[in-house]
């Protein structure tokens, strides 16, 4: 009895003895299950976590990127902002200089247009007394023999206005009276402007006298007078025979009916 008893505490020890072991086991395995399980789920959840890093990595980057344009933009636009406020202080003092300028501008403009209009009052009254001067002249000329006609060799001017007083002589002289062209000057050689050859054709042209003296010498003065008292002689010479003929001619027929 005893020991059957002996037997079956053996037994039974020795079954739980298997029991635990089993237990220990099934344990075993079920820790390695879920460690297991654990460690698979630790993975997947490392690689989401490394590709949830990875996309926040590359958000951070575009960010960074992102911030370096904006702040790239910004100093664009803070150095235009600069540029464009000394631009504006340019302008500023541009026009205001612009507005000085036309203020100094329009003054000038204004006493431009007062001396203007005092030129325009001189040129009328120059005109009116050139028209007064010329009727006196054309009188004076009436009364004339002979012309002298004188302009400055050292001046263009003084040429050009020879014409003029050639058409003044004329409209109160006629074509006949004697005319003596004179370039005047001839001292200051080194200063001419009006060629000898010039005075030559307009005389040869109007039919004239020419001659070119000094004023200030005493050259050709003297020749140029004479020549010209010369051809008044001799135009007085041929009046006085016009006279005597005229005078004679009608005695004659008297003579010749008596």
């Given amino acids: 009895m005893e020991s059957a ?33 654990d460690h698979e789920r630790f993975l997947s959840r490392s690689q989401d976590l490394e590709l949830q890093l990875c996309g926040k990595e590359a958000e951070l980057e575009q960010l960074v990127h992102k911030q370096k344009r904006l702040e790239l933009q910004c100093r664009e636009l803070h150095s235009e902002q600069h540029v464009t ?40 009254r120059l005109h009116e007394e050139k028209e007064m001067y010329r009727s006196i002249t054309k009188q004076f000329f009436r009364k004339a023999d002979g012309v002298v006609v004188m302009y400055d060799i050292t001046t263009v001017q003084s040429f050009t206005a020879v014409r003029q007083w050639l058409t003044s002589v004329k409209e109160g002289a006629g074509d006949d009276i004697p005319t003596l062209l004179l370039g005047n000057k001839l001292d200051k050689e080194a200063e001419r402007q009006v060629e000898k050859g010039v005075g030559e054709r307009l005389a040869k042209d109007c039919q004239m006298t020419f ?18 008292a010369r051809i008044l002689k001799e135009q007085e010479d041929r009046e006085k025979e016009k006279t005597v003929q005229l005078l004679g001619g009608p005695s004659e027929r008297k003579r010749s009916c008596c």
């Fill in 211 to 228: 001659y070119e003296c000094s004023a200030c010498s005493g050259h050709n003065v003297t020749e140029a007078m004479i020549h010209l």
């Fill in 5 to 37: 008893l002996q037997r079956k505490a053996a037994t039974h020890d020795h079954e739980i003895q298997r029991l635990y072991e089993e237990m220990e086991q099934q344990i075993k395995s079920e820790k390695d299950r879920i460690a297991l399980q």
């Fill in 85 to 124: 406020k000394v631009e504006n202080v340019k302008l500023k003092h541009k026009n205001d200089e612009l507005a000085r300028e036309l203020d100094h501008t329009g003054q000038e403009l204004s006493l431009a247009q007062d001396h203007l209009n005092d030129l325009q009052e001189e040129s009328t």
